[in-house]
């Protein structure tokens, strides 16, 4: 099966919905988007998505590892994209 990547717009908008308020998240999806976003699948957005639309402190929990996925983010496009951000 072939993977959709996504597209300029598609992109720009998820980069500005990276943006957050604890400059922490933001480094960190911000360099991560850096390296990976011309390879993003539509699956990977969509996790992506998901995580951005946490409270920023449950976030961070996340990106450090200081926490696990509650049950309901605990689908393997977002533990798949949450292990890629805590690799970077």
């Known amino acids: ?3 959709v ?6 992109r720009r908008r998820l980069r500005w919905r990276a943006r957050r308020g604890l400059l ?3 480094i960190i999806v911000s360099r991560w988007l850096d390296a990976h976003e011309h390879e993003l699948t539509v699956d990977d957005v969509l ?8 409270p920023d402190g449950e976030l961070l929990d ?3 590892a ?6 309901s983010m605990s689908a393997p ?3 798949d994209v949450l292990r890629r951000l805590r690799a970077a």
Not at 47 to 54: H, I, M, N, S, V
Not at 66 to 71: D, N, T, Y
């Open 62 to 64: 996340l990106l450090l």
């Open 5 to 10: 990547t996504i597209g300029d717009v598609e």
């Open 24 to 26: 922490e998240n933001d």
């Open 77 to 79: 496009p977002i533990l």
């Open 66 to 71: 200081r926490a696990e996925p509650r049950p």
């Open 1 to 3: 099966m072939t993977q």
């Open 47 to 54: 996790a992506l998505e998901a995580l951005l639309d946490l």
